[in-house]
């Protein structure tokens, strides 16, 4: 994974050792020296994370925080306070003004990296939501409507996953002013309530007794309905090894011992700020764009969405050197399953190829279904022997498991074939990534069909 980072600093040589170590780790740094310099930086370049400085001539970091999260464009990019200050007062007001985490001078490499990935990671997600937000603009969605959520309407539903009984009472106390808090001390009970109510925020302490609170963040991350779920630890100072192994698989923060009662309420706040904003996406999503742009017997995009959505991924990749690769398939001798079976056969097949198609592929991955027995999958940052991986796993799940008529009657032995294709230097238009990856679709075909090709020749 790669990210671009934004270093503001006033003094130089902090700037180029922040710069030394992201570019080692293959992070793309841009750099400002001051808060003004910093708001045009942004104003005018994609940035996917921001490591700022507090203590600045002029605009400080606080005011430089505000105005990013004040600004509808750029409210969701996360901002890392870099300070020599760690007194909880300043860490209180960076996290009133936004910040989503703090490093200290000087600057653990270790920390550093984890942070930076695991607040990428967050970022793009979003960026993701937001690019298909975009997709459908024309039917009223656009940045400049985005909404601000400002603290008072911030109420969210916390899981909290703790065994000391004092601590648990101490904590949903001071939350409950505002919140909804559900306590629970047995891992596995949290498993089921997540999996049977929603929720805002969990919150899990690292210190529960016989039990590894990193194994249910992981068991949280992995289940569809919960992935997506903000993540805050509770942690002891000298646990530090196995908090950056937390923020390497996906939490989203961390309170650590003992818990200052306003900071924690602010962090809980950013959370629950930045659910309420993917949220608001998923449903703009839903309700303005899924019944125009999506096919309607499978479920899949259409061609339509696909086009205008690959177009904007498309310029995007090439604007900033990233990594596209498109997935063209269809169902093998599908006329003779109509003519044989008839069209409602035909159109159980194409339901159940739809859902294979689904389940092998990741939430990041566009999948649509551009006529007949044709569909395609677009995968941003993703190379293409990963997407040979991913069609190859695709082609089995077809093959390896019969599909049936619509009445369950008849067993069908269905399989597909596949070409793929990635973005290359020789590929300059839109035009020629679709027609490569069709010659490929056509060399798969024209080899024996039921096989995966790379091969536009």
Do not use: W
Request: with cysteine; aromatic share 4%.
């Amino acid at each position: 994974m790669t990210a671009r980072v934004l270093v503001v600093d006033d003094i130089k040589a902090n700037v180029k050792l922040l710069e030394a170590r992201l570019s080692a780790e293959y992070f793309e740094v841009l750099t400002a020296n001051s808060g003004p310099e910093a708001l045009d930086v942004l104003e005018n370049n994609r940035v996917d994370i921001v490591l700022l400085d507090v203590m600045m001539p002029g605009m400080d970091g606080f005011e430089v925080c505000e105005r990013l999260k004040n600004n509808h464009l750029t409210q969701h990019i996360p901002v890392i306070m870099v300070t020599a200050l760690d007194t909880p007062q300043d860490r209180l007001r960076g996290l009133e003004v936004g910040a989503d985490d703090f490093l200290t001078k000087p600057v653990d490499d270790v920390a550093l990296v984890t942070r930076v990935k695991n607040l990428s990671r967050l970022k793009m997600l979003t960026d993701e939501m937001s690019m298909r937000a975009e997709t459908g603009s024309q039917m009223g969605l656009n940045a400049q409507n985005m909404p601000i959520f400002n603290n008072e309407e911030i109420k969210g539903r916390i899981l909290l996953v703790e065994d000391q009984p004092r601590s648990a009472e101490r904590i949903s106390k001071n939350l409950s002013s505002r919140h909804k808090v559900q306590i629970e001390t047995n891992p596995q009970q949290a498993l089921f309530h997540l999996a049977d109510q929603d929720h805002d925020l969990l919150i899990i302490s690292l210190d529960l007794e016989g039990v590894d609170g990193l194994r249910l963040c992981s068991q949280v991350r992995s289940l569809e309905r919960t992935r997506n779920l903000p993540i805050l630890v509770t942690v002891n100072p000298d646990d530090k090894a196995r908090l950056m192994r937390g923020l390497d698989m996906g939490v989203n923060d961390y309170m650590v011992r003992p818990i200052c009662v306003n900071e924690m309420m602010a962090r809980v706040n950013t959370q629950i700020r930045r659910k309420m904003y993917a949220d608001y996406l998923r449903n703009c999503l839903e309700t303005r764009v899924e019944l125009a742009v999506t096919d309607a017997l499978t479920g899949l995009y259409n061609r339509h969405y696909l086009e205008t959505h690959l177009k904007t991924l498309f310029e995007d990749s090439l604007k900033n050197n990233k990594s596209l690769s498109l997935l063209m398939t269809d169902i093998d001798y599908f006329k003779s399953v109509n003519d044989s079976f008839g069209h409602d056969a035909g159109d159980n097949v194409l339901k159940e190829f739809a859902r294979r198609l689904r389940q092998n592929t990741r939430s990041m991955d566009l999948a649509c279904r551009i006529g007949g027995e044709e569909f395609v999958i677009v995968m941003p940052d993703t190379t293409l022997p990963e997407c040979y991986n991913v069609a190859e796993r695709l082609r089995r799940a077809i093959e390896q498991e019969p599909f049936t008529t619509k009445d369950n009657e008849k067993s069908l032995e269905i399989t597909t074939s596949i070409g793929i294709t990635a973005l290359d230097p020789s590929i300059t238009t839109l035009e020629a990534l679709l027609k490569k990856a069709d010659n490929a679709l056509y060399c798969a075909k024209r080899d024996g069909r039921n096989r995966v090709s790379a091969n536009a020749a």
